[in-house]
């Protein structure tokens, strides 16, 4: 696979992030009820972000979470024979809350879907927001953000990969061309 283009880097998506926040609390007036939760693993570290920019805007902590989706999955039996599953943190009540569920990059649509059926596992939010750092579009399911930080156009071949501090060492978001 060889970079085609740099998309963002550390301080565009920060300053992304800020805007995202912003958005979030104008739509919702503000943080009460809000709550955020992550997709393991990137859009966990994306909410925590989230959740500090809304905490310098409104000096108001919500309450953040971290989804794991693995056994939701409709490519569960394609992605290996023991998939790795992760702890889901969500230590608060979701019911009736203005949730924003959080991940990196939307695709096809079928990640969301499957963090949709597992968040009803724990409870019936009032409402649930899907914040995304890159929308890359190609959908194969009538889903759509709320919030996007970045609309980024890519051919099939190509990728779209967010590389965060926490788990890559950098902050930035590449295209990706895929050999073949």
């Known amino acids: 696979m060889k970079e085609k283009a740099r998309i963002l880097e550390k301080e565009g998506i920060a300053r992304t992030l800020v805007r995202v926040a912003h958005e979030?609390?104008?739509?919702?007036?503000?943080?009460?009820?809000?709550?955020?939760?992550g997709i393991r693993s990137r859009g966990a570290f994306l909410a925590k972000r989230l959740c500090d920019c809304i905490e310098?805007?409104?000096?108001?902590r919500v309450a953040v979470g971290i989804l794991d989706i693995t056994l939701y999955r409709d490519d569960l039996t394609?992605?290996?024979?023991?998939?790795q599953v992760h702890k889901t943190e969500?230590?608060?009540?979701i019911t009736d809350q203005h949730l924003i569920l959080v991940d990196d990059v939307l695709y096809t649509g079928r990640t969301v879907?499957?963090?949709l059926d597992a968040l009803i596992d724990f409870g019936r939010p009032k409402a649930i927001q899907l914040a995304v750092l890159v929308d890359r579009g190609h959908r194969e399911l009538p889903i759509r953000a709320d919030f996007v930080g970045k609309n980024i156009p890519t051919a099939c071949n190509e990728t779209v990969e967010v590389r965060l501090e926490e788990v890559d060492g950098k902050d930035e978001v590449v295209i990706v061309e895929k050999n073949g």
């Open 24 to 37: 979030i609390l104008e739509k919702n007036k503000g943080t009460k009820g809000l709550c955020l939760v």
């Open 56 to 60: 310098s805007i409104e000096h108001v």
């Open 78 to 83: 394609l992605l290996a024979a023991q998939p």
């Open 90 to 93: 969500i230590d608060f009540d």
């Open 113 to 115: 879907r499957a963090a």
